[in-house]
């Protein structure tokens, strides 16, 4: 009557629950508190509907189309919108436009997808014409200037967004493109300026200080560039975006032990922070390598001050607050200006997986080369893909790919082990946590991986003996006590030893239901009927899903002379039942109470 709880499939789902590793630390740009209230992303509405238009207006009753054809489009296009058809939507959005070409919020609508498509000329000439609709359209305003920007017209895009400013002059976003695309063109002493008018409109403005310290880095100016981070590091003292700029200011400034601190900081909150931990070796690989990591450093902070580079930060920061439309725009954006821009790839296949437009994330990850450091984290979010989706052969096609590239990468080895075990392939599972162990003898979570495969495989007394290893490392690995104490409740053998430990498992985590069904399981192999009844009740109680754990309440109510709860546990975990074995054995333990029933009632 093996349930499985505590198995390495729940290790795997843990790993699927955060499958965004390497985007997290990208996403620490700025905290909620160092961005709150900026109006990041444009001002107030204009007399036309301004950033947030809509493009019949707020309610059916209100700005209604001269054309019916055009509404019934344009419900057609969010429809297959929603469901994922994009190729229906772009053809309803263009109908739509077709039959209320006046419509300028349903123009931008259209421009949106064909950004998403790569059509960046076709987009240009939708907000084009949507502007001229609507002057006072900020939404239009500003993806027109990001278009502009994307084609190389930066001309037509520095006007843009000065028009912004003009029209709305809170809007974070056109200073911090203006800005950039000074700076692009070497003009640090205007970029500045541009970023010193943002934080004149907004103190708060965190995205100001940085960059001002970013443009004034680039320029060599340190002590300049520390005053504003510094302000920045105020409004956002946990931002590893800045926290990392800060790093690399003082090993510009020749001070190796304030970076490190700084690196190991930003290692303690995020261990998966590549970034960090190569700059870190660098301080730590002699004169020589630091000489040539400084002035690597040096050439790219005259680079990465650009409009692309800004892109990326407002995509990831649109991505931060849930809106993942915006996001993969402006990922969108940087990828018609630099193709080959497989940082921003990586975002954007992350973006369409969230918004579940799996078939559009499956082919951005798969346009990054294994040459790209990133390969392996893509596949690795293509087998999450194709497991969700119940194609688990795809899956382990993809983490093979990515351990050929990283061969001793446990955590894909885990996530690797746990579809053998969805596909019941136990030899594969278990030739591959015997690596991990091999790996890291001394991880108890390894061993435990590796004796709950055996155990699986009928191979009790090799799992036996890995739960204990587990918990001869670990003494508080309360997964491993539990799974022991239950194997030997199961087995009805060591019942007191199994009691024990199951009772050390709950000290640990005292609300885990499985683990008080196990010590209700014990009672009841002891014959003690009325503890096991007040431990499984509560068990249910705790996890009222779980079809083994009622029909051991079920078994504990028959033994303590209570058929009709029992009859109730068993029909109740009969409509649960998780497979065809335990269903058959409940229908005879249905029929048995019957019987017994009967029996008496002559």
């Known amino acids: 009557m093996s349930r499985g709880y505590g198995s390495v499939g729940h ?270 070796a660098d301080l730590y690989g002699g004169d020589a390598k630091l000489e040539a990591a400084l002035a690597e450093l040096q050439r790219q902070e005259q680079l990465e001050t650009t409009p692309a580079d800004t892109r990326t930060k407002i995509g990831l920061l649109f991505f931060e607050r849930g809106d993942f439309d915006r996001a993969a725009t402006e990922f969108n954006l940087v990828l018609g200006a630099e193709p080959d821009n497989y940082r921003v790839r990586y975002y954007l296949g992350v973006v369409y997986t969230e918004l579940e437009e799996y078939q559009q994330a499956l082919v951005e990850f798969d346009k990054i080369p294994q040459s790209d450091e990133r390969f392996p984290e893509a596949r690795l979010q293509q087998a999450y893909i194709y497991d969700k989706q119940g194609e688990y052969d795809q899956a382990i096609a993809k983490l093979n790919d990515a351990l050929r590239v990283k061969p001793n990468d446990t955590e894909i080895m885990g996530f690797l082990v746990g579809l053998y075990q969805e596909k019941k392939d136990y030899p594969s599972a278990i030739a591959l946590a015997q690596k991990m162990v091999g790996l890291d003898p001394r991880d108890d979570k390894f061993r435990f991986t590796l004796g709950a495969l055996y155990d699986e495989n009928k191979q009790k007394d090799l799992g036996v003996a890995e739960m204990r290893q587990a918990i001869a490392l670990n003494p508080k690995n309360a997964a491993a006590l539990n799974y022991l104490g239950y194997t030997y409740a199961e087995s009805g053998a060591r019942l007191d030893e199994a009691e024990k430990l199951i009772k050390r498992a709950l000290v640990i985590e005292p609300e885990d239901g499985f683990y008080v069904d196990s010590l209700g399981w014990v009672y009841y192999q002891k014959g003690d009927y009325r503890k096991a009844v007040e431990e499984l009740e509560r068990a249910v109680n705790l996890t009222s899903s779980d079809p083994t754990i009622t029909e051991h309440l079920g078994d504990a109510y028959a033994k303590a002379g209570k058929p009709d709860d029992a009859r109730h546990q068993y029909e109740d975990a009969l409509v649960k039942a998780a497979d065809a074995e335990q269903a058959t054995r409940l229908k005879a333990k249905l029929m048995a109470l019957g019987d017994t029933e009967r029996r008496a009632a002559h």
């Open 11 to 280: 290790g795997r789902k843990m790993i699927m629950q955060s499958p965004w590793r390497s985007i997290a630390a990208a996403l620490a740009l700025a905290t909620v508190a160092g961005c709150a209230g900026l109006h990041v992303f444009g001002g107030p509405p204009s007399p036309g509907g301004g950033l947030g238009q809509h493009p019949f207006g707020a309610a059916p009753a209100v700005d209604i189309p001269a054309s019916a054809y055009a509404m019934g489009a344009y419900l057609k296009a969010e429809m297959a919108t929603a469901n994922g058809d994009h190729q229906e939507a772009f053809r309803e959005y263009e109908a739509a436009v077709k039959y209320d070409p006046n419509n300028a919020a349903l123009r931008v609508k259209l421009a949106d997808l064909y950004v998403h498509e790569g059509r960046l000329k076709d987009a240009l000439e939708q907000t084009n014409a949507a502007i001229k609709l609507d002057p006072n359209y900020l939404r239009a305003q500003l993806l027109d200037a990001g278009i502009s920007s994307a084609l190389g017209d930066d001309e037509a895009a520095r006007a843009r967004y000065q028009t912004v400013i003009e029209q709305a002059p809170k809007t974070q976003e056109a200073y911090l493109f203006l800005g950039t695309l000074a700076a692009k063109n070497g003009d640090y002493a205007k970029a500045e300026q541009i970023f010193n008018q943002l934080i004149a409109e907004d103190p708060s403005s965190f995205l100001g200080y940085y960059y001002a310290g970013r443009v004034t880095l680039a320029a060599k100016r340190y002590d300049d560039a520390d005053r504003y981070y510094q302000k920045a590091l105020a409004l956002s003292p946990q931002s590893q975006l800045l926290l990392m700029d800060i790093a690399v200011l003082r090993e510009l400034q020749n001070r190796p032990a304030e970076a490190s601190n700084i690196y190991h900081k930003i290692l303690q909150s995020d261990p998966n922070n590549d970034e960090a931990r190569k700059r870190l």
